[in-house]
């Protein structure tokens, strides 16, 4: 064990793009909102992630109690089964909602701008988004069956723009409600991805017992260490599969997994595909010899 401690303190490496590489992202619907001085939402529960541009006017705004003031030109980003509350502070204020899906595919459950340290509140952004949230304005009426490639297409391009001003202006991300330890895990195991510890060695590594190890994970990540260790695995064998053609065993002592069978089993069971299969459906066929 104190070979692991020895690889945690020189080898480890900020997760974040893991975590972004497991980001999925799903548009929903797009609607303009003229309001006025009446307007008034009170402490509502979000069932999706949603995404306000403020074309005109100024409000104040109450995600999960804290305070933001919202003015023309801010785009304002809030999360599922977060606690809202709004108010004007103008005569007339117009705002495009954008309401999507956003899940960090391993770690369900977590909220996603926590995870990446995005803030509610962006300022400076009109000038590049405007115009692709008006383009969606303008296509969210057309009949045409293929419009949602398009809509999905600029929610994409809205989300790189918001996530790459946060690696430029923030200081590096953490998991800001997940306990440092559960933390420091992640992080050892995905800086080491060729390693698979025991789930005792990972509660020595950070000073726990197994029943309490076990507690803060299913607290924080609504999985058993076992299970995150298992699903960590399988996420990062796909993206190993789709971009060779290593034999199914090379990829699986690569992930620490020395019983290729063992290996498949698990693969099959996280995604209800073989290692091959999925290599065969997803992989990068030009590769193929």
């Known amino acids: 064990m104190a070979n692991v401690r020895k690889d945690m303190a020189n080898g480890t490496k900020h ?25 008034r ?22 995600v999960d109690g804290n305070p933001h003031r919202c003015k023309e030109g801010h785009i304002c980003v809030m999360p599922a089964n977060g606690v809202i509350s709004a108010r004007s502070t103008s005569r007339e ?21 926590n995870v990446l340290n995005v803030p509610v ?41 918001l996530l790459n001003k946060v690696g430029k202006d923030a200081l590096p991300s953490s998991i800001s409600q997940m306990d440092n330890r559960i933390h420091a895990i992640i992080q050892f195991l995905l800086a080491h991805p060729g390693k698979m510890p025991k789930i005792a060695e990972l509660a020595e590594l950070v000073q726990l017992s197994e029943s309490h190890l076990r507690k803060l994970f299913i607290q924080f990540t609504k999985q058993a260490p076992l299970h995150f260790v298992h ?3 399988v996420e990062q064998a796909q993206r190993i599969l789709i971009h060779c053609t290593k034999p199914v065993s090379q990829v699986s002592r690569e992930l620490g997994i020395d019983n290729a069978n063992y290996f498949t089993k698990l693969f099959k069971a996280k995604t209800g595909l073989t290692p091959m299969q999925y290599r065969q459906k997803y992989g990068l066929w030009l590769n193929d010899e």
Do not use: C
């Not at 939402?41 to 109450?62: A, D, N």
């Not at 495009?96 to 701008?113: C, P, R, V």
């Not at 000038?127 to 490639?149: A, D, K, N, Q």
């Open 41 to 62: 939402i009170h402490k509502k529960v979000l069932r999706h992630s949603v995404l306000w541009f403020v074309e005109q006017g100024e409000f104040m705004l109450w």
């Open 121 to 161: 509140l962006f300022q400076g952004m009109h000038e590049e988004l405007g115009p692709v949230i008006s383009e969606m304005r303008t296509h969210s009426e057309t009949p045409s069956p293929y419009v949602h490639l398009l809509m999905q297409s600029n929610m994409l391009r809205i989300l790189f723009a």
């Open 15 to 39: 997760p974040d793009a893991f975590w972004l590489e497991s980001l999925q992202i799903r548009f929903l619907h797009i609607q303009p909102h003229p309001l006025d001085y009446r307007w």
């Open 93 to 113: 204020i117009r705002l495009t909602s954008i309401n999507f899906d956003a899940e960090i595919s391993f770690l369900s459950g977590q909220n996603w701008m």
């Open 231 to 233: 699903q960590l695995k």
